[in-house]
């Protein structure tokens, strides 16, 4: 089967998933308190600094900022070489208010640096058809961001000291939209996020974790890799179904 044929394969399986998930919600998603979900979840301690204290190391006082305020700042930020090369920051965008999830990708492409948009290449259209088929989306109920907020030149791994600079801004950025669930996809987010910087995907994406002690967060794979190797869409489908099922547990099982 070539590529296509595998990305349609899984599209089916995921409208699939849609139908049966519209059909068990209710018709107008309630507001749920996530935090009696979280304390039922057997997740491991993510990192070791909660949000507040990360928050308090760092000298400049944007941990006072809104988010408008923030993404403001961001944009003239050149705390790293990266800012040499941006055309655009792209902070994040979504739901900002509580979402059921967040996103968090690597950094801007090509395309995410031309508009200051995160996720709007191909990569970000292969996500939103990930989002949908759990009954998420970035109009509605997801908030999507990224590691480092400016695009490394010809779409390389960020560098440690460019992800340290950057970190301070996504964990001011999870603080202020306080998601009940994160989704990291890719490495980079994936072993920042839990700490365990030299951990393979393939391990993080097994276990749960508990951010700051308690958002559920799950690891997979980034969509460009699952693009460029379709072996990865059975475990990011295992992935996206645990991270169903607990934003919506009352169709686990
Ligand atoms: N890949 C990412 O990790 N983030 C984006 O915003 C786009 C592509």
């Not at 995921?14 to 018709?27: F, G, H, N, S, T």
């Not at 490394?152 to 999870?174: G, M, S, T, V, W």
């Not at 969509?223 to 992935?239: G, I, S, T, Y």
Request: aromatic share 6%; with cysteine.
């Amino acid at each position: 089967m070539d590529v296509k044929g595998a990305i349609t394969e899984l599209d089916n399986i995921m409208d699939l998933y849609e139908a049966i998930l519209k059909k068990k919600l209710p018709v107008k998603p309630q507001n749920k308190d996530f935090s009696s979900v979280a304390a039922k979840i057997e997740g491991e301690k993510a990192e070791d600094k909660t949000i507040q204290s990360m928050l308090s190391d760092i000298p400049d006082d944007f941990s006072q900022m809104d988010l408008n305020r923030l993404s403001n700042y961001v944009s003239t930020c050149t705390r790293c070489g990266l800012c040499k090369t941006r055309t655009n920051t792209v902070f994040g965008e979504g739901c900002s208010n509580r979402p059921k999830v967040m996103v968090i990708g690597e950094g801007p492409g090509e395309k995410e640096d031309l508009t200051g948009r995160p996720f709007v290449g191909l990569a970000g259209e292969y996500l939103d058809k990930w989002l949908k088929a759990i009954g998420l989306s970035r109009e509605t109920n997801t908030y999507i961001a990224n590691v480092v907020k400016c695009r490394p030149p010809q779409n390389r791994d960020p560098k440690d000291d460019e992800k340290e600079a950057c970190k301070a801004f996504l964990y001011q950025q999870i603080a202020l939209v306080m998601p009940s669930a994160i989704l990291c996809v890719g490495k980079p987010a994936s072993t920042l996020m839990t700490g365990k910087m030299d951990a393979t995907m393939a391990s993080l994406r097994e276990k749960l974790f508990l951010f700051d002690s308690s958002i559920p967060m799950v690891c997979t794979y980034h969509p460009a890799a699952v693009l460029r190797n379709m072996e990865l869409r059975r475990p990011v489908w295992e992935d996206l179904k645990r991270l169903s099922s607990i934003i919506n547990p009352q169709i686990r099982g």
